[in-house]
């Protein structure tokens, strides 16, 4: 019976080599879907606790009489029961994002992430406290004796206990997500991953900051990434002092006109299609607001300077993307001195005048 029981075993991790070999080719012919790229990194890795967990359970089965000391038998049947259980639930999470994904839904990643992260934690104090049970401690009587030297553990754990509550105070609030950009008093960059009591936060000259959530937590942020439709434009246009009111007045409507007709500048017209759906299903707040839409759009004389009439030009590109706007930005900026070019306007700048008398004798008396 034992023979046939490890010839079985033999042949299962045979067959498991095998045909994870062969599935990893399939898989990578079809690596362009995140699904089944998916599936065979979890199954692959659910399988490794999977399969260890049969060859020891089968190696104590086969050599019972020669070790008789079960201590090492438990120990490594919780530890591979516990790293299945991870692996299983990581691969449940995986999932559930992919297909979100796949629908191009809204993803919490960051909300997965903190449901893995207290899962190990939670792995490891029932792994601990198996341990301790198994090798005969009273586990009633330490959390009974632990009084003060709680309460001391407590204190001293303080900031480290703020910051596990403030992460989840981020992640309830929905402050930010993985892969926003952020900006604070001190810190600008990407998220890259909300930790347990950490955020790391990958800055524009590609360094890592990482921050204590009780930080991120406890004073502004500003969030970049939660603006659907709009980035700002906005630039004084500086014209040489003219008494040509009527042309100014063309050329100030001429501008307007440029930017409404723009194709990649916010108007009404052109994102209407885009908030019809969110404004049938949401009716109790501003749409501009919660999704962060911005279409105001202003041409307009806006001050006397002491060389120039400035024109204020404020608009918002439909883009949000940075390189994106940059290309808007450039167009409107080109076609804007197209029109003062094709005008009797004449563009300022600073200039400095100086006057010599040529008169003689001046200071003689």
Same mark, same amino acid.
């Given at each position: 019976?034992? *023979?046939?029981?490890?010839?079985?075993?033999?042949?299962?991790?045979?067959?498991? &080599?095998?045909?994870? @070999?062969?599935?990893?080719?399939?898989?990578?012919?079809?690596?362009?879907?995140?699904?089944?790229?998916?599936?065979?990194?979890?199954?692959?890795?659910?399988?490794?606790?999977?399969?260890?967990?049969?060859?020891?359970?089968?190696?104590?089965?086969?050599?019972?009489?020669?070790?008789?000391?079960?201590?090492?038998?438990?120990?490594?049947?919780?530890?591979?029961?516990?790293?299945?259980?991870?692996?299983?639930? @990581?691969?449940?999470?995986?999932?559930?994002?992919?297909?979100?994904?796949?629908?191009?839904?809204?993803?919490?990643?960051?909300?997965?992430?903190?449901?893995?992260? &207290?899962?190990?934690?939670?792995?490891?104090?029932?792994?601990?406290?198996?341990?301790?049970?198994?090798?005969?401690?009273?586990?009633?009587?330490?959390?009974?004796?632990?009084? =003060?030297?709680?309460?001391?553990?407590?204190?001293?754990?303080?900031?480290?206990?703020?910051?596990?509550?403030?992460?989840?105070?981020?992640?309830?609030?929905?402050?930010?997500?993985?892969?926003?950009?952020?900006?604070?008093?001190?810190?600008?960059?990407? !998220?890259?991953?909300?930790?347990?009591?950490?955020?790391?936060?990958?800055?524009?000259?590609?360094? *890592?900051?990482?921050?204590?959530?009780?930080? *991120?937590?406890?004073?502004?942020?500003?969030? +970049?990434?939660?603006?659907? =439709?709009?980035?700002?434009?906005?630039? +004084?246009?500086?014209? $040489?002092?003219?008494?040509?009111?009527?042309?100014?007045?063309?050329?100030?409507?001429?501008?307007?006109?440029?930017?409404?007709?723009?194709?990649?500048? !916010?108007?009404?017209?052109?994102?209407?299609?885009?908030?019809? $759906?969110?404004?049938?299903?949401?009716?109790?707040?501003?749409?501009?607001?919660?999704?962060? !839409?911005?279409?105001?759009?202003?041409?307009?004389?806006?001050?006397?300077?002491?060389?120039?009439?400035?024109? &204020?030009?404020?608009?918002?590109?439909?883009?949000?993307? +940075?390189?994106?706007? &940059?290309?808007?930005?450039?167009?409107?900026?080109?076609? !804007? *001195?197209?029109?003062?070019?094709?005008?009797?306007?004449?563009?300022?700048?600073?200039?400095?005048?100086?006057?010599?008398?040529?008169?003689?004798?001046?200071?003689?008396?």
């Amino acid at each position: 019976m034992k *023979l046939y029981i490890a010839i079985g075993v033999v042949v299962l991790n045979l067959l498991y &080599l095998f045909f994870t @070999k062969n599935l990893k080719y399939f898989f990578f012919k079809k690596r362009k879907n995140i699904f089944l790229r998916l599936l065979y990194s979890r199954v692959y890795k659910i399988g490794i606790p999977f399969l260890l967990l049969i060859d020891v359970n089968t190696f104590f089965y086969l050599f019972d009489d020669r070790f008789p000391n079960s201590n090492v038998k438990f120990f490594l049947n919780l530890f591979l029961i516990s790293w299945l259980f991870y692996e299983v639930l @990581k691969y449940i999470i995986y999932t559930a994002i992919t297909i979100k994904v796949s629908k191009k839904e809204n993803v919490r990643r960051e909300l997965f992430s903190l449901v893995i992260n &207290l899962t190990k934690v939670l792995i490891v104090i029932v792994i601990f406290v198996a341990v301790l049970s198994h090798l005969g401690v009273n586990i009633t009587a330490i959390i009974t004796s632990l009084g =003060i030297g709680g309460v001391i553990i407590g204190l001293a754990a303080k900031e480290t206990i703020g910051n596990f509550f403030d992460s989840i105070r981020l992640v309830s609030e929905d402050a930010f997500h993985v892969g926003d950009w952020i900006e604070t008093k001190d810190f600008e960059g990407f !998220v890259t991953e909300i930790g347990l009591t950490a955020t790391q936060i990958r800055t524009f000259d590609n360094g *890592l900051i990482v921050i204590p959530n009780s930080k *991120l937590a406890n004073e502004w942020v500003k969030n +970049w990434s939660r603006r659907m =439709i709009g980035r700002r434009i906005k630039f +004084w246009l500086k014209i $040489k002092y003219t008494t040509d009111t009527d042309e100014l007045r063309r050329v100030v409507n001429e501008i307007r006109v440029m930017l409404q007709k723009h194709p990649f500048i !916010v108007t009404d017209d052109k994102i209407k299609s885009r908030l019809r $759906k969110k404004m049938q299903k949401n009716a109790l707040f501003s749409i501009e607001d919660k999704y962060g !839409v911005r279409k105001t759009l202003l041409v307009y004389v806006d001050k006397f300077d002491e060389y120039s009439i400035d024109i &204020l030009i404020y608009a918002f590109s439909i883009t949000v993307d +940075w390189e994106e706007w &940059l290309r808007v930005k450039q167009d409107v900026m080109l076609k !804007v *001195l197209d029109i003062i070019k094709n005008s009797k306007l004449e563009l300022a700048y600073p200039t400095n005048v100086i006057f010599y008398d040529e008169r003689k004798n001046l200071w003689k008396n």
